[in-house]
């Protein structure tokens, strides 16, 4: 290319493929992993109309496994009034030719033809804009929108936007799928590994001696020594079982509670005051714990709160480390944690340790990690055995 | 009950189990003789060579299937009856058939029910659970008569006709088979409910 040559305005559809991708991020970014499929699909619906000069938008999608379609998702319109709904690709052909065509279909007259009449009479739509969720040969569903009455007419540009939005919805379906079906295989085979242990050894050692139990004769002083000895191991193998981390431990990561927090307290936004108490020095192998649950509460605080300030205090004695953070700014909602603060009091039993949180002085909110010291004195006995033997 | 004596195999691949059956079966008066196996070709090579009147056979063996070598040692020793055992979940009667076995117990089960089973299918009948403790049904009753006649080459219409339904509800049933049977088609249906023993 010559350097004098004029530089073209790129297309406006370049613009429109960025913005999109900006909305749908802030939208979906505080989205946890247990949040309801509805609220997920909610949040696209408000992009559309967000993006768009619709105001009223529903998702509608195939559920595999009950063989059907159904509305998982609406802005505008309330979801109660959808849920009810099982429209099918026969009786909506406005769906089954935006899916089919890969395009976005407008329909303004025959509405009745085009989609369940319980649908247009519902909602009194007048022109009815279907929008294929589908990239790269899937089709996740459609979006059906509209301004919420009266008729209109949609440009070139704003068609071309809508079809954009239809794959990035795709894409972050896609995604979300993805991402739920390898949450549920690893607990799916979390599961299979805990009923495998317990099959393979308490579950047969219980067997064997409950047919050896079973015999008439009295069994001899080998043969009860056995027994003995296998329900010895049971119990040993289910406490095991039992004590198996119900929670990956929290990772390396390279830092520090001392270097994070002088980050967080140098950096714009959130005012962060720390105290370190004492000889608060931050054990080594409590240090990922610490940071995990630092960065929990601090992420709760710039979803759920509006402080004035953040305070965190950090203490260590001879029995335990404790690490507190309070805010001033919470805002009420459903008190619900979160699934990072269950994790991390997951994290926290695994060592001993518990994680509190919860509201106090009304509009304060505080998440305490209490994790004991293993002393020396206690980790091992004189002679290195635990316990003197009985016998 | 017949007072013939009765060589016992027991293939299972946890040594505490052999034991516990060596103590209880060992006195047992109907007991001839006791053989153990842990693995499939063991088992194999006792079937042929002692005749066992009934192999105990662990459902799950390590990495082996119990409900294959079910059939193997049926092939093997014709008159060897088996007899299934498990401790994780039930096995219907139509599937442990399937398999070849005569009877399936399980292992949370009391030693002498155990070993009354264990005689019975070795004389020759059969030990199943009592229906109250089999896995539900996969397949309602309708769903079983509308599976039947499409393993015949029915059509729906011809099914509606012989069992008097509309097409419509029959469509509904074989819908619902499909999802039980996790099977795409009619074909497929058939063939996986021949596998695990809902079809004759």
């Keep these: 290319m010559s350097v004098d040559q004029p530089i073209a305005s790129p297309p406006p559809s370049l613009f429109a493929g960025v913005e999109p991708l900006e909305v749908f991020v802030e939208l979906l970014a505080e989205i946890d992993m247990h949040t309801a499929p509805t609220e997920f699909y909610d949040r696209i619906c408000e992009a559309i109309c967000r993006l768009t000069t619709m105001r009223r938008a529903a998702v509608f999608m195939a559920d595999t496994t009950r063989r059907r379609v159904r509305a998982i998702g609406s802005h505008g319109i309330p979801f109660e009034q959808l849920s009810g709904l099982r429209p099918t690709l026969v009786n909506t052909p406005i769906a089954q030719r935006a899916l089919l065509e890969d395009q976005v279909v407008v329909i303004s007259e025959g509405i009745e033809e085009a989609v369940p009449s319980a649908y247009a009479q519902l909602l009194g ?8 969720m589908s990239a790269g040969g899937y089709a996740y569903g459609v979006i059906c929108a509209d301004r919420g009455g009266g008729q209109f007419e949609l440009s070139d540009g704003e068609r071309h936007l809508l079809w954009t939005l239809g794959k990035t919805a795709a894409l972050v ?19 299979l590994d805990l009923a495998r242990e317990i099959h ?23 043969e ?11 119990l040993a193998d289910l406490r095991r079982a039992l004590e198996r981390p119900l929670a990956p431990l929290a990772p390396e990561t390279g830092t520090t509670l001392a270097g994070e927090l002088e980050r967080v307290r140098k950096s714009p936004g959130m005012v962060v005051e720390v105290d370190w108490r004492g000889d608060s020095s931050v054990p080594a192998d409590v240090e990922p714990l610490a940071q995990s649950v630092l960065a929990e509460a601090l992420r709760n605080i710039a979803k759920h709160a509006n402080p004035s300030r953040v305070e965190v205090a950090v203490a260590r004695d001879e029995e335990e480390f404790t690490l507190e953070v309070r805010n001033d700014g919470a805002r009420g909602g459903d008190g619900d944690p979160g699934m990072g603060l269950r994790l991390a009091a997951f994290e926290a039993l695994q060592q001993g340790g518990a994680v509190e949180f919860g509201a106090f002085e009304g509009d304060h909110w505080r998440v305490r990690l209490v994790v004991p010291l293993q002393s020396d004195d206690l980790s091992a006995a004189p002679d290195g055995g635990a316990l003197e033997d009985v016998e | 009950m017949d007072d013939r004596r009765l060589r016992v195999l027991v293939v299972d691949d946890h040594d505490v189990v052999h034991w516990g059956f060596r103590v209880l079966l060992g006195e047992q008066p109907w007991v001839e003789r006791f053989f153990q196996a842990r693995t499939g070709v063991e088992a194999l090579a006792l079937a042929r060579a002692q005749k066992p009147h009934v192999a105990l056979v662990d459902l ?14 049926r092939e093997a020793s014709p008159a060897t009856r088996v007899l299934l055992i498990s401790g994780t ?8 058939r ?3 076995a005569s009877g399936f117990v399980s292992k949370d089960w009391e030693a002498s029910r155990v070993a009354a089973a264990v005689r019975r299918v070795g004389l020759g009948m059969t030990s199943f659970p009592p229906k109250a403790e089999q896995p539900a049904p996969l397949l309602t009753e309708r769903e079983r008569e509308v599976l039947s006649l499409i393993a015949r080459g029915s059509t729906n219409r011809e099914i509606a006709e012989r069992l008097y339904l509309s097409p419509h509800t029959v469509k509904e049933h074989t819908s619902v088979l499909y999802r039980k049977l996790r099977a795409r088609n ?3 249906a058939v063939q996986r409910a021949q596998r695990i023993g809902l079809l004759g």
Excluded at chain 2, 60 to 73: C, D, K, P, Q, T
């Design chain 1, 125 to 132: 739509v007048t022109t009815l804009v279907c929008t294929p």
């Design chain 2, 89 to 96: 979940g039930r096995m219907s009667p139509a599937a442990a």
């Design chain 2, 186 to 188: 009619r074909a497929e």
């Design chain 2, 98 to 100: 399937a398999a070849g």
């Design chain 2, 60 to 73: 799950f063996l390590a990495g082996e299937s119990g409900a294959e070598l079910s059939a193997s040692i």
């Design chain 1, 224 to 234: 009860r020594e056995r027994c003995r000895i296998e329900m010895q191991e049971a």
């Design chain 1, 173 to 191: 379906a896609a995604a979300r799928n993805v991402t739920r079906q390898q949450e549920r295989m690893r607990r799916l085979g979390e599961r």
């Design chain 1, 200 to 222: 393979e050894s308490v579950l047969q050692r219980l067997f064997g001696v409950s047919l050896a139990l079973g015999a008439e004769q009295p069994l001899d002083r080998e």
